[in-house]
Structures are given as structure tokens and as C-alpha cells.
């Protein structure tokens, strides 16, 4: 899925302001250089003039420093570096962590946006890479996820 997508989907189940998405990039890294201009650039749809294309260490930070916003820092932990690669099943674990959701959660969200799927299916979506029973998370279930998400979030 196409990480501004994923952005705008987040900032719209929220209701964050375009200063928010540069706050919460900057949550997770304070060095990481973004400014109010080039999250407008990344909220922008495809066809319309100025829109920039969000690489994965961009989504990577606004992700992290939800988790952050949301659930607070781990001073006790050393700070995790930031991921240089971002998939659909990343998304997806880092939305997890930052809400809080137990499986049984991720299970009322799709189903919610009228996509079923068992608690072994979101087991498989959790798992690593190299683990046998991994299975990756297709772009229509991260949007069916996203469109739960914001129908929980926004009642």
C-alpha cells in the first residue's frame, strides 16, 4: 500500500492537523528533518500538484512517534532504531502497539469494515518474516484494517 495512504488515513481517523503529522515524525527522532511544507507535500493525493511521494523511513518515524504520543516513551528501554523498510505487516504491528489492540480487537476492526478474518489469519499477520506460518498482509486488508480503524476511532 502506498504510504501516504496509509498517512492520510491515520491523520483522518485521529483528526490530526498537518502540524500534528510534523510533531509526531519528529516524537520518534527529533534530528529527523521534516517541516510543515513536506507533510502538506505527503498529504496531497497523486493527481494533484505538489504531491511527494512518502518514502518508508518518513512513514517509519510518523509511526513511531504515534506509538510514542500514544502510549509514551520507555525510558527504562534504549531507543529502537528506526525502520529503513515498511511493509503492510509493519503497519499494521505498529498500529497494534500504538492502540493497544488485542487480537480480539483486530478482529472487531475488520470485521467492522465487513472483512473476516480468524484469530490464527491475525497470528500469521504477526509473525516474522522467517517463521513458517507468516502470511503477508495483502494491500486490501491494510485498507479494510485502516477503514475499521477509522470507523472505531471516529464512532
Not at 472487531?108 to 491475525?122: H, L, P
Request: charged fraction near 30%.
Amino acid at each position: 500500500m502506498i504510504n501516504n495512504d496509509v498517512l492520510r488515513s491515520v491523520r483522518y481517523s485521529l483528526d490530526l492537523g498537518d502540524h500534528h503529522v510534523v510533531a509526531l515524525c519528529q516524537l520518534a527522532d527529533p534530528t529527523f528533518a521534516v517541516d510543515l511544507e513536506q507533510a502538506r507535500a505527503w498529504l496531497r493525493r497523486e493527481d494533484e500538484a505538489g504531491f511527494v511521494p512518502m518514502d518508508d523511513s518518513a512513514l517509519a518515524h510518523f509511526l513511531d512517534g504515534l506509538i510514542v504520543h500514544l502510549r509514551g516513551r520507555d525510558e527504562s528501554q534504549p531507543q529502537r532504531a528506526v525502520e529503513t523498510r515498511v511493509d503492510n505487516n509493519l503497519v499494521l504491528k505498529k498500529l497494534r502497539v500504538a492502540f493497544q489492540l488485542r487480537d480480539v480487537d483486530l478482529m472487531d476492526i475488520f470485521a467492522s469494515a465487513g472483512f473476516k478474518v480468524s484469530k490464527s489469519e491475525i497470528g500469521a499477520l504477526l509473525r516474522q518474516p522467517g517463521h513458517a506460518n507468516y502470511r503477508r498482509c495483502l494491500d486490501q486488508m491494510l485498507r479494510n484494517f485502516l477503514k475499521g480503524l477509522s470507523q472505531r476511532l471516529r464512532g
